[in-house]
């Protein structure tokens, strides 16, 4: 191990025999994690060449099971973001594409750190189970066109090990363990094709377009290598995407966004990636006719419908869906109020999912608890005028201290000029 390290250290290319002996060696804990950290530094530094990208995927991806989902009928469509603020889409492209006729058996990660994770946001519906046998994720998904379950403890194991290591070693932004870390989970799960949404800006991992497009390019060829049709979308994400920062406020806001009343940002979003979906799961002949079916599903209340259908499918409470108080409420909540006139020139979107973390609706290690009440929800988005002493933003959370930390973050993200 120390002479691989020294190798990547000194710029050079790693064999894939080397990188398969570290994967197989740190999953089965004959590495140790200091080990692992030089390793993982040196690659952030020196970089990874497609090559060395392609076998770390694919050790990655045979470090546990791989899902076969042949059962299921039609070509299912899998959906990947990269890390987002208020990044919702999956609770709403899902049904979308489902309802348009594309099965979607989908398994989520948890947030960590400042991005939000469909996984808590699924498990603040009340009595929602993201933890399903293979058997009952593969008939239901046959039964009612959708599941949206919690990655599998057996899928990609070497990514949840290193990704922790990443997390806590300033490693996360390496633009090879990223496209790694994200197409092994992605070839493990069994789908036919993948729409990867890649995050560009200051809250995400990929802060120049021209790191978004290399990411997108490096993730494309590995999904077709592997004969999965893959499609990415560069999106923005200067800013939160909607209003809701925080796991009960974004299944709020995913709901009226599938009643039609959803925020212009999300909306747009939606039907573009729901398109690429329903393109992709070959129910439209053009992007265009895609959007198209997109709309209708959502504007005629299909998706919403099968929204209903997954929640009560997979044991929450349909009923949410018409009375948020179900929901729960946080004990505490402060406004961010104006302090001059003017216009909304930036609203730095990690520092509100900074604040977001703060106020308890984060993690900071993957074992810690999380407030599903906590959150930011923001009255107002780039390019809004306001007055003196107009609401900014709303933060709630269950404890004083931390209503305190993330409404001073809060403040911090948001310019006036």
Same mark, same amino acid.
């Given at each position: %191990?120390?002479?691989?390290?020294?190798?990547?250290?000194?710029?050079?290319?790693?064999?894939?025999?080397?990188?398969?002996?570290?994967?197989?060696?740190?999953?089965?804990?004959?590495?140790?994690?200091?080990?692992?950290?030089?390793?993982?530094?040196?690659?952030?530094?020196?970089?990874?060449?497609? =090559?060395?990208?392609?076998?770390?995927?694919?050790? %990655?991806? !045979?470090?546990?099971?791989?899902?076969?989902?042949?059962?299921?009928?039609?070509?299912?469509?899998?959906?990947?973001?990269?890390?987002?603020?208020?990044?919702?889409?999956?609770?709403?492209?899902?049904?979308?594409?489902? *309802?348009?006729?594309?099965?979607?058996?989908?398994?989520?990660?948890?947030?960590?750190?400042?991005?939000?994770?469909?996984?808590?946001?699924?498990e603040s519906v009340p009595g929602y189970k993201t933890a399903?046998?293979?058997?009952?994720?593969?008939?239901?998904?046959?039964?009612?066109?959708?599941?949206?379950?919690?990655?599998?403890?057996?899928?990609?194991?070497?990514?949840?090990? $290193?990704?922790?290591?990443?997390?806590?070693?300033?490693?996360?932004?390496? $633009?090879?363990?990223?496209?790694?870390? #994200?197409?092994?989970?992605?070839? @493990?799960?069994?789908?036919?094709?993948?729409?990867?949404?890649?995050?560009?800006?200051?809250?995400?991992?990929?802060?120049?377009?021209?790191?978004?497009?290399?990411? @997108?390019?490096?993730?494309?060829?590995?999904?077709?290598?592997?004969?999965?049709?893959?499609?990415?979308?560069?999106?923005?994400?200067?800013?939160?995407?909607?209003? @809701?920062?925080?796991?009960?406020? /974004?299944?709020?806001? @995913?709901?009226?966004?599938?009643?039609?009343?959803?925020? /212009?940002?999300?909306?747009?979003?939606?039907?573009?990636?729901?398109?690429?979906?329903?393109? !992709?799961?070959?129910?439209?002949?053009?992007?265009?006719?895609?959007?198209?079916?997109? =709309?209708?599903?959502?504007?005629?209340?299909?998706?919403?419908?099968?929204?209903?259908?997954?929640?009560?499918?997979?044991?929450?409470?349909?009923?949410?869906?018409?009375?948020?108080?179900?929901?729960?409420?946080?004990?505490?909540? +402060? +406004?961010?109020?104006?302090?001059?006139?003017?216009?909304?020139?930036? #609203?730095?979107?990690?520092?509100?999912?900074?604040?977001?973390?703060?106020?308890?609706?984060?993690?900071?290690?993957? /074992?810690?608890?999380?407030?599903?009440? *906590?959150?930011?929800?923001?009255?107002?988005?780039?390019?809004?005028?306001?007055?003196?002493?107009?609401?900014?933003?709303?933060?709630?959370?269950?404890?004083?201290?931390?209503?305190?930390?993330?409404?001073?973050?809060?403040?911090?993200?948001?310019?006036?000029?």
């Amino acid at each position: %191990m120390e002479e691989i390290i020294i190798k990547k250290r000194d710029g050079k290319i790693l064999g894939s025999e080397e990188i398969n002996f570290f994967i197989n060696g740190y999953t089965k804990g004959e590495i140790p994690d200091y080990q692992a950290s030089a390793l993982l530094m040196s690659i952030y530094f020196q970089g990874l060449s497609e =090559k060395e990208i392609t076998d770390l995927t694919e050790a %990655m991806m !045979l470090s546990g099971d791989v899902v076969d989902l042949s059962e299921i009928k039609g070509i299912k469509v899998d959906k990947h973001s990269t890390g987002g603020v208020g990044d919702k889409t999956t609770l709403i492209v899902a049904p979308i594409a489902a *309802a348009a006729g594309v099965p979607v058996a989908k398994m989520s990660g948890r947030g960590l750190g400042f991005t939000g994770g469909t996984r808590d946001k699924l498990e603040s519906v009340p009595g929602y189970k993201t933890a399903l046998t293979q058997k009952e994720f593969i008939d239901q998904v046959n039964e009612i066109g959708i599941s949206l379950i919690g990655q599998t403890a057996d899928i990609a194991v070497a990514d949840k090990k $290193l990704y922790s290591l990443r997390d806590v070693t300033g490693t996360v932004g390496s $633009l090879g363990l990223i496209t790694a870390s #994200i197409m092994s989970k992605k070839l @493990a799960s069994g789908g036919d094709a993948i729409v990867l949404d890649v995050k560009c800006g200051r809250g995400g991992f990929m802060k120049t377009k021209e790191e978004a497009r290399k990411l @997108a390019d490096l993730m494309i060829k590995i999904g077709e290598k592997h004969g999965k049709k893959t499609a990415a979308l560069i999106t923005d994400m200067n800013e939160p995407l909607g209003n @809701a920062v925080g796991n009960t406020l /974004e299944v709020i806001e @995913a709901i009226e966004t599938l009643k039609g009343k959803g925020p /212009e940002d999300i909306t747009k979003l939606s039907f573009e990636i729901a398109g690429h979906m329903i393109l !992709l799961g070959k129910k439209a002949r053009s992007i265009e006719d895609a959007v198209e079916s997109a =709309k209708e599903v959502l504007y005629s209340g299909k998706a919403l419908d099968k929204f209903r259908r997954l929640i009560d499918a997979q044991g929450g409470d349909p009923k949410i869906i018409d009375d948020y108080s179900l929901l729960g409420k946080a004990k505490y909540e +402060n +406004n961010i109020i104006s302090q001059k006139n003017g216009v909304i020139k930036e #609203i730095d979107a990690q520092k509100v999912g900074e604040a977001a973390q703060l106020l308890g609706a984060g993690r900071v290690t993957k /074992e810690d608890d999380i407030d599903f009440c *906590a959150g930011v929800l923001l009255s107002k988005k780039i390019g809004d005028r306001v007055s003196k002493r107009d609401v900014l933003a709303t933060v709630f959370s269950e404890d004083r201290k931390k209503l305190k930390l993330g409404s001073d973050r809060l403040k911090e993200s948001i310019i006036i000029t």
